[in-house]
T-cell receptor, first 113, second 116 residues
Framework: EPEVTQTPSHQVTQMGQEVILRCVPISNHLYFYWYRQILGQKVEFLVSFYNNEISEKSEIFDDQFSVERPDGSNFTLKIRSTKLEDSAMYFC???????????FGEGSRLTVL | AQKVTQAQTEISVVEKEDVTLDCVYETRDTTYYLFWYKQPPSGELVFLIRRNSFDEQNEISGRYSWNFQKSTSSFNFTITASQVVDSAVYFCALSEGETSGSRLTFGEGTQLTVNP
Protein backbone atom coordinates (compact mmCIF):
# COMPACT_ATOMS: atom_id res chain seq x y z
CA GLU A 1 0.00 0.00 0.00
CA PRO A 2 1.42 3.41 -0.92
CA GLU A 3 2.55 5.50 2.00
CA VAL A 4 4.06 8.82 2.88
CA THR A 5 7.62 8.45 4.09
CA GLN A 6 9.55 10.92 6.19
CA THR A 7 13.21 11.28 7.07
CA PRO A 8 14.82 11.56 9.49
CA SER A 9 12.66 9.91 12.11
CA HIS A 10 14.46 11.85 14.81
CA GLN A 11 16.84 14.78 14.62
CA VAL A 12 18.61 16.53 17.44
CA THR A 13 20.05 19.95 16.70
CA GLN A 14 21.48 22.95 18.46
CA MET A 15 19.52 26.18 18.67
CA GLY A 16 20.25 28.41 15.71
CA GLN A 17 21.09 25.57 13.33
CA GLU A 18 19.29 24.94 10.07
CA VAL A 19 17.23 21.79 9.73
CA ILE A 20 15.71 20.16 6.68
CA LEU A 21 12.98 17.59 7.08
CA ARG A 22 12.22 15.43 4.09
CA CYS A 23 9.07 13.79 2.88
CA VAL A 24 8.15 11.60 -0.05
CA PRO A 25 4.41 11.92 -0.60
CA ILE A 26 2.32 9.31 -2.38
CA SER A 27 3.22 9.55 -6.03
CA ASN A 28 -0.09 10.55 -7.62
CA HIS A 29 -1.08 12.98 -4.89
CA LEU A 30 -1.34 16.66 -5.71
CA TYR A 31 -1.72 18.41 -2.35
CA PHE A 32 1.01 18.40 0.25
CA TYR A 33 1.08 19.58 3.83
CA TRP A 34 3.19 20.02 6.89
CA TYR A 35 1.64 19.81 10.31
CA ARG A 36 3.36 19.77 13.66
CA GLN A 37 2.57 18.41 17.09
CA ILE A 38 4.35 19.70 20.16
CA LEU A 39 4.66 16.89 22.69
CA GLY A 40 1.33 16.19 24.35
CA GLN A 41 -0.48 18.90 22.41
CA LYS A 42 -2.75 19.03 19.44
CA VAL A 43 -1.75 18.78 15.82
CA GLU A 44 -1.32 22.17 14.18
CA PHE A 45 -1.39 23.14 10.52
CA LEU A 46 1.75 24.76 9.17
CA VAL A 47 1.46 24.98 5.41
CA SER A 48 -0.22 23.58 2.33
CA PHE A 49 1.39 23.28 -1.06
CA TYR A 50 -0.22 22.78 -4.42
CA ASN A 51 0.89 23.28 -7.99
CA ASN A 52 4.42 24.08 -6.88
CA GLU A 53 3.51 26.90 -4.60
CA ILE A 54 2.27 27.56 -1.11
CA SER A 55 -1.51 27.72 -1.12
CA GLU A 56 -1.98 28.53 2.54
CA LYS A 57 0.14 28.97 5.64
CA SER A 58 -0.54 29.48 9.31
CA GLU A 59 0.80 32.17 11.61
CA ILE A 60 3.29 29.62 12.91
CA PHE A 61 4.89 29.41 9.46
CA ASP A 62 7.00 32.54 9.70
CA ASP A 63 10.06 33.61 7.73
CA GLN A 64 12.16 30.95 9.44
CA PHE A 65 10.22 28.26 7.61
CA SER A 66 10.23 27.36 3.94
CA VAL A 67 9.01 24.48 1.83
CA GLU A 68 10.17 23.13 -1.45
CA ARG A 69 9.41 20.37 -3.89
CA PRO A 70 12.79 20.25 -5.56
CA ASP A 71 12.48 17.25 -7.83
CA GLY A 72 8.86 16.21 -8.25
CA SER A 73 9.01 13.54 -5.59
CA ASN A 74 10.49 15.02 -2.41
CA PHE A 75 8.75 17.66 -0.34
CA THR A 76 10.95 19.40 2.20
CA LEU A 77 10.46 21.64 5.19
CA LYS A 78 13.38 23.86 6.11
CA ILE A 79 13.74 25.68 9.39
CA ARG A 80 16.43 28.28 8.90
CA SER A 81 17.47 29.01 12.48
CA THR A 82 15.90 26.67 14.97
CA LYS A 83 14.55 27.79 18.32
CA LEU A 84 13.83 25.73 21.41
CA GLU A 85 10.11 26.05 20.76
CA ASP A 86 10.49 24.40 17.37
CA SER A 87 10.92 21.09 19.17
CA ALA A 88 8.00 18.99 17.99
CA MET A 89 6.91 16.11 15.82
CA TYR A 90 6.56 17.29 12.25
CA PHE A 91 4.12 15.43 10.05
CA CYS A 92 4.04 15.47 6.31
CA UNK A 93 0.75 14.64 4.61
CA UNK A 94 -0.60 14.38 1.11
CA UNK A 95 -3.87 13.84 -0.68
CA UNK A 96 -4.84 13.22 -4.25
CA UNK A 97 -7.38 16.04 -4.27
CA UNK A 98 -9.07 18.16 -1.68
CA UNK A 99 -11.04 15.75 0.50
CA UNK A 100 -9.47 16.04 3.92
CA UNK A 101 -8.55 12.37 3.78
CA UNK A 102 -4.92 13.10 4.42
CA UNK A 103 -2.32 10.39 4.33
CA PHE A 104 0.19 11.19 7.03
CA GLY A 105 3.74 10.05 7.37
CA GLU A 106 5.04 8.68 10.65
CA GLY A 107 6.55 12.01 11.54
CA SER A 108 9.99 13.47 12.15
CA ARG A 109 10.75 14.28 15.75
CA LEU A 110 12.84 17.42 16.05
CA THR A 111 14.60 18.16 19.30
CA VAL A 112 16.27 21.56 19.62
CA LEU A 113 18.79 21.91 22.44
CA ALA B 1 -12.47 31.59 13.80
CA GLN B 2 -12.77 27.86 13.81
CA LYS B 3 -12.28 25.81 16.93
CA VAL B 4 -12.59 22.18 17.94
CA THR B 5 -13.04 21.12 21.55
CA GLN B 6 -12.57 17.62 22.88
CA ALA B 7 -13.38 17.97 26.54
CA GLN B 8 -12.35 14.44 27.46
CA THR B 9 -8.59 14.36 27.87
CA GLU B 10 -8.41 10.70 28.85
CA ILE B 11 -10.86 7.84 28.92
CA SER B 12 -10.18 4.39 30.29
CA VAL B 13 -12.52 1.46 29.68
CA VAL B 14 -12.48 -2.28 29.97
CA GLU B 15 -12.53 -4.36 26.83
CA LYS B 16 -15.99 -4.89 25.30
CA GLU B 17 -17.38 -1.73 26.82
CA ASP B 18 -18.87 0.87 24.50
CA VAL B 19 -17.23 4.28 24.60
CA THR B 20 -18.18 7.66 23.15
CA LEU B 21 -15.68 10.37 22.37
CA ASP B 22 -17.12 13.86 22.32
CA CYS B 23 -16.32 16.61 19.85
CA VAL B 24 -17.78 20.10 19.74
CA TYR B 25 -16.85 22.56 17.03
CA GLU B 26 -17.21 26.24 16.22
CA THR B 27 -17.26 27.76 12.78
CA ARG B 28 -18.85 30.70 10.98
CA ASP B 29 -18.91 28.94 7.63
CA THR B 30 -21.97 27.16 6.35
CA THR B 31 -19.79 24.78 4.36
CA TYR B 32 -17.34 22.83 6.43
CA TYR B 33 -16.01 19.34 6.93
CA LEU B 34 -15.52 17.31 10.06
CA PHE B 35 -13.04 14.52 10.55
CA TRP B 36 -11.83 11.96 13.01
CA TYR B 37 -8.25 10.76 13.03
CA LYS B 38 -6.65 8.06 15.14
CA GLN B 39 -3.08 8.28 16.46
CA PRO B 40 -1.93 4.89 17.72
CA PRO B 41 1.17 4.54 19.91
CA SER B 42 3.33 4.26 16.77
CA GLY B 43 2.59 7.95 16.20
CA GLU B 44 1.17 8.24 12.72
CA LEU B 45 -2.22 9.82 12.10
CA VAL B 46 -4.82 7.59 10.50
CA PHE B 47 -7.90 8.97 8.78
CA LEU B 48 -11.18 7.49 10.03
CA ILE B 49 -14.01 9.56 8.61
CA ARG B 50 -14.98 12.76 6.81
CA ARG B 51 -18.40 14.34 7.00
CA ASN B 52 -19.58 17.49 5.25
CA SER B 53 -21.84 20.06 6.85
CA PHE B 54 -24.78 19.24 4.62
CA ASP B 55 -24.92 15.59 5.53
CA GLU B 56 -26.24 14.98 9.01
CA GLN B 57 -26.84 11.33 8.48
CA ASN B 58 -25.17 9.21 11.09
CA GLU B 59 -22.66 6.70 9.87
CA ILE B 60 -21.71 3.24 11.01
CA SER B 61 -18.60 1.37 9.98
CA GLY B 62 -18.18 -1.91 11.76
CA ARG B 63 -17.74 -1.15 15.46
CA TYR B 64 -17.40 2.57 14.78
CA SER B 65 -20.27 5.01 14.53
CA TRP B 66 -20.49 8.75 14.29
CA ASN B 67 -23.26 11.08 15.38
CA PHE B 68 -23.32 14.51 13.72
CA GLN B 69 -25.71 17.07 15.17
CA LYS B 70 -25.58 20.57 13.74
CA SER B 71 -28.02 21.85 16.34
CA THR B 72 -25.45 21.23 19.06
CA SER B 73 -22.34 21.60 16.85
CA SER B 74 -21.23 18.15 17.83
CA PHE B 75 -19.66 15.24 16.00
CA ASN B 76 -19.32 12.40 18.46
CA PHE B 77 -17.61 9.09 17.87
CA THR B 78 -18.69 5.82 19.44
CA ILE B 79 -16.72 2.60 19.55
CA THR B 80 -18.88 -0.41 20.29
CA ALA B 81 -17.41 -3.43 22.05
CA SER B 82 -14.02 -1.79 22.45
CA GLN B 83 -10.84 -3.77 21.99
CA VAL B 84 -7.32 -3.30 23.29
CA VAL B 85 -6.19 -2.36 19.77
CA ASP B 86 -8.51 0.66 19.93
CA SER B 87 -6.15 2.22 22.46
CA ALA B 88 -4.91 5.42 20.86
CA VAL B 89 -5.32 9.17 20.84
CA TYR B 90 -8.33 10.22 18.80
CA PHE B 91 -8.50 13.64 17.21
CA CYS B 92 -11.54 15.42 15.91
CA ALA B 93 -10.81 18.02 13.23
CA LEU B 94 -12.57 20.69 11.18
CA SER B 95 -11.90 22.32 7.85
CA GLU B 96 -13.81 25.33 6.61
CA GLY B 97 -15.15 26.05 3.18
CA GLU B 98 -14.02 24.93 -0.21
CA THR B 99 -10.41 25.96 0.16
CA SER B 100 -7.58 24.99 -2.09
CA GLY B 101 -6.43 22.45 0.41
CA SER B 102 -7.13 20.69 3.65
CA ARG B 103 -6.24 23.10 6.41
CA LEU B 104 -7.49 21.08 9.34
CA THR B 105 -8.02 22.48 12.80
CA PHE B 106 -7.57 19.68 15.29
CA GLY B 107 -8.97 19.31 18.77
CA GLU B 108 -6.74 18.53 21.71
CA GLY B 109 -7.32 14.82 21.36
CA THR B 110 -8.73 12.16 23.65
CA GLN B 111 -6.44 9.44 24.92
CA LEU B 112 -8.43 6.21 24.95
CA THR B 113 -7.07 3.29 26.91
CA VAL B 114 -8.83 -0.04 26.59
CA ASN B 115 -7.80 -2.47 29.29
CA PRO B 116 -8.07 -6.22 28.91
Amino acid sequence: EPEVTQTPSHQVTQMGQEVILRCVPISNHLYFYWYRQILGQKVEFLVSFYNNEISEKSEIFDDQFSVERPDGSNFTLKIRSTKLEDSAMYFCASEIRFTGELFFGEGSRLTVL
Amino acid sequence: AQKVTQAQTEISVVEKEDVTLDCVYETRDTTYYLFWYKQPPSGELVFLIRRNSFDEQNEISGRYSWNFQKSTSSFNFTITASQVVDSAVYFCALSEGETSGSRLTFGEGTQLTVNP
